[in-house]
């Protein structure tokens, strides 16, 4: 079966600390990857993506995620927290069979000025 | 604004009520998908669409739901008979042919089955 897991609802860090949103997957083949954020009363957007290639991929408002096969992870990372990166983030995986995409539960991620 | 728009925003129904609501891709986009979202949980897979066929659709998915893109543009989802664990934001995506790319969100339709 394939899933997607987020193992933290909720991460706090200061502002200016480097922060990390884990997420693992499950899925049989090679994994595409997906990082999405959702702000308050917004539509769910995109940040970044592993499809293949560099594991350490780049993306909007300076987020990096470092795709780990052998661990099955794909986290989420920033060297340096903005109080305006406070949101919900979502993890998503489709495996290399079929089009269905698999969302994790969430991260709350909340940054303390 | 050349988003994914979703209408109604909101709909509050009586339980045994038919709904329906519409969404309206990115227009150079053939991909289009639809999703589920309840409070404290990731968006979960309903259908999908490439232009006008629905090549996709979850096992979870009631007899209840249908789904349309008839010209391969706009799509609606259909909910006959409407339940109290319909409630939930439904949600509508697009992306361009390959499923490498990413989804463009939209805001969603909020439903209360009351």
């Known amino acids: 079966a394939q899933s997607v897991a987020q193992p933290e609802d909720q991460v706090n860090v200061a502002e200016g600390n480097p922060l990390t949103v884990k997420c693992t997957y499950s899925v049989s083949g090679n994994p595409y990857l997906f990082w999405y954020v959702q702000y308050p009363n917004r539509g769910l957007q995109f940040l970044l993506k592993?499809?293949?290639?560099?594991?350490l991929v780049k993306g909007s408002y300076g987020f990096e995620a470092e795709f780990n096969k052998s661990q099955t992870s794909f986290h989420l990372k920033k060297p340096s927290a903005l109080v305006s990166d406070s949101a919900l983030y979502f993890c998503a995986v489709r495996g290399n069979t079929g089009n269905q995409f698999y969302f994790g539960t969430g991260t709350s991620l909340t940054v303390i000025p | 604004d050349t988003g994914v728009s979703q209408n109604p925003r909101h709909k509050i129904t009586k339980r045994g009520q038919n709904v329906t609501f519409r969404c309206d891709p990115i227009s150079e986009h053939n991909r289009l998908y639809w999703y589920r979202q309840t409070l404290g949980q990731g968006p979960e897979f309903l259908t999908y669409f490439q232009n006008e066929a629905q090549l996709e659709k979850s096992r979870l998915l009631s007899d209840r739901f249908s789904a349309e893109r008839p010209k391969g543009s706009f799509s609606t989802l259909e909910i006959q008979r409407t339940e109290q664990g319909d409630s939930a934001m439904y949600l509508c995506?697009?992306?361009?042919?390959?499923?490498?790319?990413?989804?463009?969100f939209g805001p969603g339709t909020r439903l209360t089955v009351l």
């Open positions: 995506a697009s992306s361009q042919t390959s499923s490498y790319n990413e989804q463009f």
């Open positions: 592993y499809i293949t290639g560099d594991n």
